[in-house]
């Protein structure tokens, strides 16, 4: 089944004409049609809800190989015309780009399942607010305060070329995310990412968070060191994210930026992380900001590097095809995995814990940077959940550890991945990861936090 028309498509085609009219060799249009809503609380109490319906429309300018990026959210004849003088005015003021050798041909572009649920589309602000209402309530159980948010959005995303690329998909998704704080300094965080906002459970992701935030009390304090860690899932995100958005990314390979060899080992045989717009856990897509279907791209397979993923531009001075993987133009970044996907393993959560003598267990990351590419060298911080284990039990809350570790190295030293694996939010802007939780046998913490 290939993608269907709709009115984004026909202002993308519109705004392709024009580019065409005012002198492009080549043009592409991006139209995005979206409706957003949020729900916000904070102390317990519901706070905001705003919502906003917006249509967007970049316009590629190609006059040879020169490149003009032009963006607007007015689509009438009018601003339509604007929108193609503007960009062929800001392509004849670039120097030519040696890298350009086309906009991308037209392929097929299967529909993928699931990337539309329409509860999440009609989603009201009664709706929104019983999620919320049910995460207060466990908070209200502990005694804990708690912030966040409940979002709920839809959009339709168009992709025009003058080579006659004319894709179109309705797209959703829905967010449970809360912050507790309780008393004797707990704090504690959980969240979820779904397709359908009926697949988010608001009153199990506030459970989870209250008990977190009620077991955080009073933490102690340990020494910065070497320890044995199970990493939740939030916590394995930010590895998953560092290490597509340096080691998979074409463009972070031929800039040499990049760890990436094909066959090179970096990570435990129990580790596979793939980059799959079609995984049902996660937020599906099928194509591109270029129009161009995604193809499931293998980047570790039990622990070895595989691939990595293409725009047209790296596509091309690779001498391969793109997979389907680029961002909306002007694009500094290079290729993008939207779609991180880390396989499940066969030992459950708890079991994880159990089979640490004496270690960590680590909710998540907060505030990383990137202190060396090639070993995926990160610096940042534990925040919201972690935990003394001895003897494979939980045995103290610990307050929060600075670290700066090789997300490579911690790859490396996996032990044990988890059954259950979540989807969540990539960094707001990120695309959406679905993660197991892991074990990992030594992590490097540099000294304790203020906070």
């Not at 002007?330 to 030992?347: K, Q």
């Not at 090639?374 to 919201?384: A, L, S």
């Amino acid at each position: 089944m290939s993608a269907e028309r709709t009115s984004g498509s026909a202002i993308a085609e519109r705004a392709v004409a024009m580019a065409l009219e005012a002198g492009a060799s080549q043009a592409e249009a991006v139209v995005i049609e979206q409706s957003s809503a949020l729900t916000r609380f904070a102390n317990n109490e519901l706070h905001q809800n705003v919502s906003e319906d917006d249509v967007e429309v970049n316009l590629r300018f190609i006059e040879g190989r020169r490149i003009g990026v032009a963006s607007a959210n007015s689509v009438d004849d009018d601003a339509l015309r604007r929108l193609a003088r503007t960009a062929a005015e800001t392509a004849r003021l670039q120097p030519e780009q040696d890298w350009f050798r086309s906009l991308p041909e037209p392929g097929p572009v299967p529909l993928v399942a699931g990337a539309w649920a329409e509860a999440t589309a009609v989603a009201d602000p009664d709706r929104r607010a019983e999620a919320a209402a049910a995460v207060i309530a466990a908070a209200e159980g502990v005694g804990a305060q708690a912030f966040g948010l409940v979002e709920t959005g839809a959009h339709t995303i168009s992709v025009v070329n003058s080579l006659g690329i004319d894709v179109s998909e309705a797209r959703s998704r829905a967010q449970v995310l809360t912050v507790m704080m309780g008393p004797g300094g707990g704090t504690g965080y959980a969240e979820e990412v779904a397709v359908d906002i009926a697949a988010l459970d608001a009153s199990a992701i506030g459970r989870e968070a209250a008990e977190r935030t009620a077991a955080m009390r009073d933490p102690v304090e340990l020494p910065a060191g070497d320890y044995p860690v199970v990493l939740d899932s939030y916590a394995v995100m930010d590895l998953a994210i560092w290490l597509g958005a340096i080691g998979f990314n074409a463009q972070e390979v031929q800039e040499q930026q990049s760890f990436f060899e094909p066959g090179k080992v970096v990570g435990s045989s129990l580790v596979s992380l793939a980059d799959d717009g079609a995984d049902p856990a996660g937020t599906p897509a099928s194509f591109d900001y270029e129009g161009v279907a995604k193809r499931r791209v293998p980047l570790i397979e039990a622990g070895a590097c595989r691939e990595v993923v293409h725009d047209s531009r790296t596509a091309a001075a690779a001498g391969v095809h793109s997979t389907g993987h680029a961002l909306p133009a002007p694009n500094p970044w290079g290729p993008y995995p939207f779609h991180l996907s880390m396989a499940a393993g066969g030992t459950a959560r708890d079991e994880l814990i159990g089979g640490l003598e004496r270690g960590l267990l680590v909710t998540r990351f907060h505030y990383t940077s990137l202190v060396h590419p090639k070993p995926v060298k990160v610096t940042g911080m534990t925040k919201d959940g972690l935990f003394l284990v001895e003897g494979g039990r939980v045995t103290a809350p610990v307050r929060n550890l600075r670290f700066t570790q090789s997300y490579l190295d911690a790859l490396a030293a996996v032990e044990a991945v988890s059954r259950e694996r979540r989807a969540i939010d990539g960094d707001g802007f990120l695309g959406t990861v679905v993660v197991p939780s892991l074990r990992i046998g030594s992590f490097g913490f540099t000294g304790v936090t203020e906070h």
